[in-house]
Every structure is written in C-alpha cells, then in structure tokens.
C-alpha cells in the first residue's frame, strides 16, 4: 500500500504498520460505520472489503445510513478483534463517501472500478461465487483522510500474526 497519510502520532507503541494493517483490513469481515443524522450519531454494523487504500462498503440505498452519508458524507469507520485486553487490535478510519456506479446497482452496468471490490467481496463473503447485484445495494468507497490503528498483543508480547 502506497500511503500517503501522516504516520500516528499517539500510541506509536501499539500501532500497527502498513503491512500489519493491510493484512488486518482485508482479513476482518464486519466494521462498524459512524454517521451523522439529524437527531445526532447513528452506527450500524456492516461488511466491508479494504484492497489497500481505499475500504468498500455494499450498502442498501433505503437505509439511514445511506440517507445520512448522502446529506453528509463524513464516515468514520471501526474494525476491532479480539476478547482480551491483551489480544485487542483495531482500526478507526475517518474520511469521506463516494458514491461508485448506480444507485441502486442492478449489475446492467460495468463500472471498472467496481471489478476488484465485487471480486473481494464474492471471495470474502460468498465463498468465490460470482458477485451478483441485488437491485438494492450500492456501493460506497471511503478513501481515508486518517487511520488510527492499534494492537495490544505488541505491549504483552503476544504474536501479532
């Protein structure tokens, strides 16, 4: 991954390198998505593939999450593992949405961009089977403005693999 972000600041003990953090990103499978709303926060939980600079999120279109990120296209988004303290590692990414291809994708289109995201996410979540549009979805693509990261196994010197 060719980054281009500041390096972390704080935490620079437990924060994971960009290769720990690719490797991290495009093994974990839910992520938690920040967005604003009227009435104030709104989070949901949400599948997710990262190809090494930007994250994709498939999202319904008819959701408050779509509606939110269309009035304002602020995100922040976590992905976290881990049961004990000394096993925490995660990732809170913050930037903006973009929306690629239709919306709702029917799949009528070929959109290029969209080749490597549908193939990640068919291996991700569909077991290799060919990406199919459900007329519902559309996709989202956040390039991140910042990544803060961490990984607790590195001050209890656990394996970090």
């Not at 996410?121 to 996709?139: I, M, P, S």
Request: with cysteine; charged share 25%.
């Amino acid at each position: 991954m060719a980054d281009s972000r500041k390096p972390q600041r704080r935490s620079r003990k437990i924060a994971m390198s960009p290769a720990e953090l690719d490797q991290f990103l495009g093994t974990a499978h839910t992520c938690r998505v920040a967005t604003v709303s009227p009435d104030g926060p709104h989070n949901t939980p949400l599948w997710f593939v990262w190809d090494g600079d930007a994250l994709w999120l498939y999202s319904l279109v008819r959701s408050q999450r779509w509606t939110d990120l269309q009035r304002d296209p602020r995100i922040a988004v976590v992905v976290d593992a881990g049961e004990a303290y000394t096993e925490l590692r995660g990732a809170e990414i913050t930037g903006r949405v973009s929306v690629v291809g239709a919306a709702p994708r029917t799949g009528d289109e070929h959109h290029e961009e969209l080749v490597a995201p549908e193939r990640l996410f068919a291996t991700t979540y569909l077991g290799g089977a060919n990406f199919v549009d459900d007329g519902r979805h559309a996709w989202l693509k956040v390039v991140p403005d910042k990544i803060v990261s961490w990984d607790f196994r590195k001050v209890f010197d656990q394996p970090t693999q």
